[in-house]
């Protein structure tokens, strides 16, 4: 892992302006064929995550790079991982006044620049640099080459949701995908876990209705509420949705579990089965107040992206999907962002930096050379 | 004139980021088809200076707006004009802090934001926009074209210098062009221009020297140093070149006056009579001191953009041109933005940002519909 010193802030030129950051990355020059042959740059972009060593033989473009010949190197995006402005993440999260320089546009103009300077100090100007990235950084990569067409000449933006913004794509999308991955695994499955959510509601209410749910599911402390064993619920369908591996399969695991036992008539003794088959390495099922959640989220750079420009509506209704009613509402997300950052969302800002609508006419004209790779079974797929 | 609530900061989303302010923009409807046709948007960006209602009958791209049946936008520029966040130019040109927000990159996401906002209102969303400008206006609409493809389908940019940074241009290019318009009106206008450095400076060291240029140059006050002489006549020779209008063509009318009296043997007589003839209705030549040109400097928009991200590495050096020899110093220039604004310009920052050196290839792949209009004579065509 290297360093490179960033500037903090990109577009304004004001009294702080001219501070700096240290930002990770890795380099690989194992296979590159040199600067002075045509050899490409495949520059792996960084999303809502630390980056690691070991992506260099993991990544599917890197399994390309020998082919090639290809320079590799992965630049981790700004306040995530190690490359925190303001030294720590403690200090980094701060509030909104330190939070201020984390955007999408500050992470594509720190790749540009690193990208450049690299070049530079490589005496690697002529090499065609090709971005690559998946999920938040699959957007990233997508966007680097509108953006920054004179730097990058191609990209590859596997499982990224570039029009899961404004009213672009319904905003059931995401539910929809996850509930139909469940519907395929097991129509009986899906069907239990979308007649549970009212289940749960009701026996929390009953005398010890809510003891009897902590060992039902074997909850790390006692329930103090149905929302904390309902959002833990909703968050492991999700999970096992998103990062469906189809080797190990997760969601056929989770549904088989559900649905093996005969005679086994409680549906919410059936969740449990489920939740235990995917649990994991966790000895207990760990459940979070209100408080623990904001807490969580207040360090967590994706809330604070998404509540400032990356607002993504997704909300689960209607028949089509299994999970509780949860409309997107954009006056309750807000109270939820000025609650944790004291910043009102910008809704529509995505589309007009990146577009969407038109994004097809646009793609035609300009965005030639960028592959999305989309995985049906991925929610996010949408959006993709 | 209209006002739009525009947002302050695009880029950042800290404390003070949602503050907005009022830019002005004017819309003309007289030749527009309307939203349901496919009746173009004419969108003139306007660049260092205040916009004008007029501009809708005198600009070239208006002659054609009948026969395009297109709506006609001019967007004036943030901080120029009456577009000044903090209510007053007082206040906004205060000091680096209120300043920060002075940028290509937030100009250009005024427009994105404006002309989204606009088409919306008119239910015009299909509508297809055009930008326009010359200058730092034509580098703003060719820029506009390529950062936001998605909300402008071309862009006609007029002696926009976006070369003229880093060192893709040479440096010499801006004296030269203009020393080849003296040249191409007079051969021995030329020369005695070139030849007046030295004899000005000379005698202004003798004995009365500054009171007799004072009198031969009809100067507003007493001259206290010869670096006000020769600075004001340069900006004269730039100014008169930048915009020579081919109609009253004020290169050749100086010229002809000092060409003029073939008895004159004082070269310095000869200049002082081409100056009297170009100096429209002053009746006297203006001179500053430094301490006067510096304040001048700290409330001009675009000493503040120079002093950041538009460093425009411009030198008269070399036999192909007439001006006392002035090299690009990067470390001089650095210390006069340190000492107006406190700032350290980022000299490479433009042409990582919308790319330079490989522009032809991108605009092969990306910039279609950028058409750049260049007059040779103009001294920036030399980076346009």
């Avoid at 955007?103 to 090709?130: F, G, H, M, R, Y």
């Avoid at 999920?135 to 997508?142: D, P, Q, T």
Wanted: proline residues 4%.
């Amino acid at each position: 892992m290297r360093n490179y010193t960033q500037t903090l802030d990109h577009f304004n030129f004001g009294t702080n302006s001219y501070d700096t950051f240290l930002q990770r990355y890795a380099i690989s020059f194992k296979y590159w064929g040199g600067a002075n042959t045509s050899s490409p740059i495949f520059v792996s972009l960084g999303g809502k995550g630390e980056i690691f060593i070991n992506e260099f033989s993991t990544s599917f473009v890197i399994t390309k790079a020998p082919h090639f010949k290809s320079l590799l190197v992965i630049i981790e995006h700004r306040y995530y991982g190690e490359s925190n402005p303001f030294g720590s993440k403690e200090e980094a999260y701060k509030n909104s006044s330190t939070l201020q320089y984390l955007s999408s546009e500050q992470a594509l103009a720190d790749c540009a620049q690193l990208i450049t300077d690299l070049k530079k100090n490589l005496s690697a100007e002529n090499s065609p640099v090709i971005a690559v990235g998946g999920s938040y950084g699959g957007m990233l990569a997508a966007w680097l080459r509108l953006k920054y067409p004179h730097i990058t000449i191609g990209a590859l933006a596997s499982s990224a949701p570039i029009l899961y913004f404004d009213d672009i794509t319904p905003h059931n999308g995401y539910c929809n995908v996850i509930s139909r991955d469940f519907r395929e695994s097991s129509e009986s499955c899906y069907r239990t876990i979308k007649n549970s959510w009212h289940q749960i509601r009701k026996t929390a209410t009953q005398h010890e209705g809510l003891t009897a749910l902590s060992q039902m599911f074997n909850t790390c402390r006692p329930l103090t509420s149905a929302k904390e064993l309902v959002d833990e619920l909703e968050y492991i369908y999700f999970v096992n949705a998103q990062f469906n591996d189809p080797l190990t399969n997760p969601v056929n695991k989770l549904c088989e579990a559900i649905d093996k036992d005969p005679h086994e008539i409680d549906p919410l003794r059936r969740i449990a089965s489920g939740v235990k088959a995917t649990n994991g390495f966790s000895k207990c099922l760990k459940v979070f107040s209100v408080e623990e959640e904001n807490e969580s989220d207040r360090l967590s750079g994706w809330s604070w992206q998404s509540c400032t420009e990356m607002v993504m509506p997704i909300e689960c209704m209607g028949n089509e999907q299994m999970f509780e009613a949860y409309p997107f509402n954009f006056t309750d997300y807000t109270s939820w962002c000025k609650a944790l950052f004291n910043v009102v969302p910008r809704p529509h800002w995505i589309t007009t930096e990146y577009g969407g609508r038109n994004i097809k006419e646009v793609l035609k004209d300009f965005g030639s050379n960028i592959i999305f790779s989309n995985g049906l079974r991925d929610p996010y797929s949408s959006g993709g």
